[in-house]
């Protein structure tokens, strides 16, 4: 059974930086690729930012530029360092895995104030 646990959300000023941890329970070797993805109030569960196990990466239109994701093999780790954070990018943040079937992690809550 795979395990995800994601830190680092918090309160964050408008402007403000935060970086996500996913930390996995094997090696993130193993998957073919890995992501972060968020779910505002009364939305739908969005793509944020997505790496392969090759090192490529894809994110979506509305953090381009601001948000990074990238990878620590030896420390079974993702990151998402998210920049010039917005009102809109309030949502809880949930760390995925994918290895033919994917995994989810709990969710850490990343709320932006003005």
């Known amino acids: 059974q795979v395990q995800l646990v994601e830190s680092g959300g918090g309160l964050v000023q408008a402007g403000g930086s935060l970086r996500l941890s996913c930390v996995a329970s094997e090696s993130i070797f193993r998957f073919n690729a890995m992501g972060w993805y968020r779910q505002a109030p009364g939305k739908q569960r969005d793509m944020v930012a997505i790496i392969t196990s090759g090192g490529s990466t894809n994110y979506a239109d509305s953090v381009k530029g601001r948000f990074t994701i990238s990878r620590d093999n030896a420390k079974n780790t993702v990151y998402l360092q998210m920049n010039s954070l917005k009102l809109e990018d309030t949502a809880v943040y949930y760390c995925?895995?994918?290895?033919?079937?994917?995994?989810w992690g709990q969710g850490t809550q990343v709320t932006v104030s003005s």
């Open positions: 995925h895995a994918n290895k033919g079937f994917g995994y």
